[in-house]
């Protein structure tokens, strides 16, 4: 295993990335960070927008394990190239509802057990909708009307949607002015195109797997830099895979020539 050859306690950028792993210096993640504590606070609805690769899901999962437990209910949605009433459905599977077949009692029910879960049990609920982008356009046009509760005088759970740019965009059409003026945070996350701050990023990363020194030299890092395009995703396949490589060839040090193979193999995948 290349670990054990170049001293590393775990594997770097992982995609589970969380807590110390995790790089949390950066502006976006602290905007975020704020944005979602005043969510937690106040429920609403947030909207957080990246490109692929950037890191959105990672950085919000990491949020939501640090909430206190059993007060906060985290549930978390992807699959939304469903229509409107099969994401309620979900949702109500998710919440230890039945769920109706018809979409004027699934709401009720829903509704329902959200009151109780408020009122009874005193549980906070936080719903992740990823991939939001794909969701339909009839879910978008109605779910203001679902966050209607009590002649809409309570807000009573706390929604983020995840998704691309686009889902930005697509919210910001006037067919959604209900749903957009319940937008109570906005979040970009961009990646990290300034070499100062994905020089941070890369160290915080090769140090939270447990390197103890320079293990990838510096103009190999450049190369790393314009290869990744400043994505996370990218850079922590194309370090994963340049270790491999180097181990292969016996390295204990990853130079130019490694680095090379290693950014035009992730390309020819």
């Known amino acids: 295993?290349?670990?054990?050859r170049f001293g590393l306690s775990g594997h770097p950028f992982p995609k589970n990335a969380q807590g110390k792993t995790l790089f949390t210096e950066f502006d976006g993640y602290k905007k975020l960070a704020r944005a979602f504590q005043l969510l937690t606070d106040e429920p609403g609805v947030g909207l957080l927008t990246a490109e692929p690769g950037v890191g959105k899901t990672a950085s919000i999962r990491n949020l939501c394990h640090s909430l206190p437990q059993p007060q906060y209910r985290v549930i978390y949605l992807c699959d939304t190239a469903i229509s409107q009433s099969d994401l309620y459905r979900s949702l109500a599977m998710e919440l230890g509802v039945r769920p109706a077949h018809r979409r004027a009692a699934l709401w009720r029910d829903l509704?329902?057990?959200?009151l109780q879960l408020v009122d009874d049990k005193n549980e906070h609920l936080v719903v992740i909708i990823d991939e939001a982008q794909?969701?339909?356009?009839a879910f978008f046009a109605d779910f203001a009307a679902f966050l209607n509760f009590a002649f809409d005088?309570?807000?009573?759970?706390?929604?983020?949607?995840?998704?691309?740019?686009?889902?930005?965009?697509?919210?910001?059409l006037q067919h959604y002015a209900a749903l957009q003026t319940r937008l109570a945070a906005k979040v970009h996350l961009e990646a990290f195109t300034k070499r100062d701050?994905?020089?941070a990023f890369f160290a915080h990363g090769i140090a939270a797997a447990g390197a103890k020194g320079t293990i990838i030299a510096d103009s190999?890092?450049?190369l790393l830099f314009r290869g990744s395009r400043g994505l996370p995703r990218e850079v922590g396949k194309i370090?994963?895979?340049?270790?491999r490589l180097a181990h292969e060839k016996a390295q204990s040090f990853v130079d130019d020539p490694v680095m090379e193979a290693a950014i035009a193999?992730?390309?020819?995948?």
């Open 111 to 114: 509704k329902a057990r959200i």
């Open 197 to 199: 701050l994905f020089q």
């Open 1 to 4: 295993m290349y670990r054990q």
């Open 239 to 243: 370090v994963r895979r340049a270790l």
């Open 153 to 172: 005088s309570r807000d009573l759970f706390t929604t983020w949607l995840v998704g691309q740019p686009r889902l930005r965009a697509r919210l910001g």
């Open 134 to 137: 794909n969701l339909s356009d």
């Open 220 to 222: 190999a890092r450049d």
């Open 265 to 269: 193999e992730e390309a020819d995948l």
